[in-house]
């Protein structure tokens, strides 16, 4: 009889970060709410413009990574290239928490937007990237977030 199947074991001390779901960021005013309070993080093959993770009004918290990945036709002209574009950036964000780069997603709602290159870049090279920049995401969200919470508690300043 093996360990696993014994109802009464303890699982182990260690605790494990529960992964965050993965979703579609979705409608207009999502979109331009990220465009216009989003902080901009770039490399070679995409940049990201990301804010922290809120639900919408009435909705329990659920942590979720909500991101929309967009391919404008001044990068890439042909459909078909724009739709693999995407196809690739989204399972490399899907399989990010199982790769060898072990990158679980934080909560946030965010735009991805890929260049070119992501259509010659390995998969695993891609994945890196990914992983890369979702790391700075915490830390830079946080740091935006303490900015604009101190523009907004500064007095203003009345005319005579």
Not at 51 to 65: C, E, F, I, M, S
Request: aromatic share 4%; charged share 30%; glycine share 4%.
């Amino acid at each position: 009889m093996s360990s696993e199947s014994l109802p009464n074991q303890v699982p182990s001390a260690t605790p494990r970060k529960r992964a965050v779901a993965l979703r579609a960021l979705k409608g207009e005013r999502e979109f331009r709410r990220v465009r216009r309070l989003g902080v901009n993080l770039r490399t070679d093959l995409f940049s990201l413009k990301v804010t922290d993770y809120r639900p919408r009004y009435g909705q329990p918290w659920q942590p979720a990574a909500h991101i929309g990945i967009v391919v404008p036709k001044k990068v890439l002209k042909s459909a078909v290239q724009r739709n693999r574009v995407r196809r690739r950036v989204r399972e490399a964000l899907r399989t990010l928490p199982n790769s060898p780069h072990a990158q679980l997603l934080p909560p946030c709602r965010g735009i991805l937007f890929p260049t070119a290159e992501v259509l010659r870049t390995p998969f695993d090279e891609l994945q890196a990237a990914l992983a890369g920049v979702m790391a700075q995401v915490p830390a830079r969200v946080a740091a935006q977030s303490k900015q604009a919470r101190a523009k907004k508690s500064r007095p203003s300043r009345e005319k005579p």
